[in-house]
């Protein structure tokens, strides 16, 4: 028996994009703290001149979907983040906006075979966006620690 399991040691390896929304940057550039922070920690190099990383910004959540496919399809990373916060409002804005980005980012997930965390706050309000982004726990460091699992798991099953 074979039994595949990403291994974060031998994560360092990895070519990573980021692709974060500037809407709602107050929490996106927490959540690009916290996941640098964890890449970092384990062996990304996530300087300006890093050959390991590379960050795109797009206007907001809906727009994720296509940037990561330009990534995706470029075939220079092993495993993509995405971050955004879409936090709900009077209109059902945020419905179209997370449907629209979940499957988005999905697609071209499957369609690809690359690897991408879905790394987007869905909230009720601003208060849960702040405590999911550092007040008491970064998310973003949980789905960079996804990031390494998948790309490193990827990598071992081919």
């Not at 987007?120 to 949980?142: C, F, H, P, Y």
Request: proline share 3%.
């Amino acid at each position: 028996m074979v039994r595949y399991e990403g291994r974060f040691t031998q994560a360092s390896s990895l070519k990573v994009g980021i692709v974060v929304a500037r809407f709602n940057d107050l929490i996106t550039n927490k959540l690009l703290s916290g996941c640098l922070d964890c890449l970092s920690r384990h062996g990304i190099d996530v300087s300006e001149n890093s050959s390991q990383l590379d960050i795109a910004w797009v206007p907001g959540s809906f727009e994720l979907p296509i940037v990561s496919q330009n990534l995706a399809r470029s075939g220079r990373y092993q495993v993509l983040i995405t971050l955004g916060a879409v936090i709900r409002g009077d209109t059902p804005h945020f419905d179209v906006v997370i449907a629209e980005a979940s499957k988005g980012i999905s697609s071209v997930s499957r369609e690809t075979a690359v690897p991408i965390i879905f790394g987007v706050l869905t909230t009720d309000n601003m208060q849960q966006a702040l405590e999911r982004a550092g007040i008491k726990n970064n998310l973003g460091w949980s789905y960079a620690l996804q990031a390494l699992e998948m790309g490193s798991l990827m990598q071992a099953l081919n």
